[in-house]
Each structure stands twice: as C-alpha cells, then as structure tokens.
C-alpha cells in the first residue's frame, strides 16, 4: 500500500490551506493510500529529519515498490491528486 505523508505546522498559511485541499482529497482514496499527518514542531517519529523537511509544507509519497516522490509547498486539488495516482 502507499503511504502519503504530509509535514505542516499549525501557524503555516499555506499549510491551513493544504489542509483543507487534504482533507477534500484523501477520502478518496481511503483503503489504498495510508495518509500520515506530521507536525513538524511535534515531531518525534524523526522523519521530519529523515527527509530533510526544511519548508512546509511538504509532501512525501511512498510507492508500493520503496521508491519515493518529494514535493514541496502547497499542492493544488489536481496536483495531489496527481501525486497519489502516479
């Protein structure tokens, strides 16, 4: 299964707005993509480090076979939907 792993910070502009584009999209695909949701200022998993998370926010997708795709800044309805089927 994928795995979408979106980094924010709750006083992020564009963040709040990415989270309401996340929260329309992911619905969607509920049962083949496990959404994560990380705040970088809470962070204690260490991905946030892991993947160098240095704007937010910042996306991550995990495909079935390992390999990932990073984006970062906002992602428009179209371009996360884009993301999670590619």
């Known amino acids: 299964m994928k795995k979408l792993i979106k980094f924010y910070a709750d006083w992020c502009g564009?963040?709040?707005?990415?989270?309401?584009?996340?929260?329309?999209?992911?619905?969607?695909?509920?049962?083949?993509?496990?959404?994560?949701?990380?705040?970088?200022?809470?962070?204690?998993t260490g991905?946030?480090?892991?993947?160098?998370?240095?704007?937010?926010?910042?996306t991550v997708l995990i495909k079935e076979d390992g390999s990932e795709v990073t984006k970062t800044g906002l992602l428009t309805k179209n371009e996360l939907e884009e993301l999670i089927l590619s």
């Open 14 to 44: 564009p963040c709040q707005t990415y989270a309401t584009i996340w929260d329309e999209v992911t619905p969607n695909y509920e049962g083949q993509v496990e959404f994560v949701n990380i705040d970088v200022d809470k962070d204690t």
């Open 47 to 58: 991905l946030a480090a892991k993947y160098k998370v240095r704007s937010i926010p910042f």
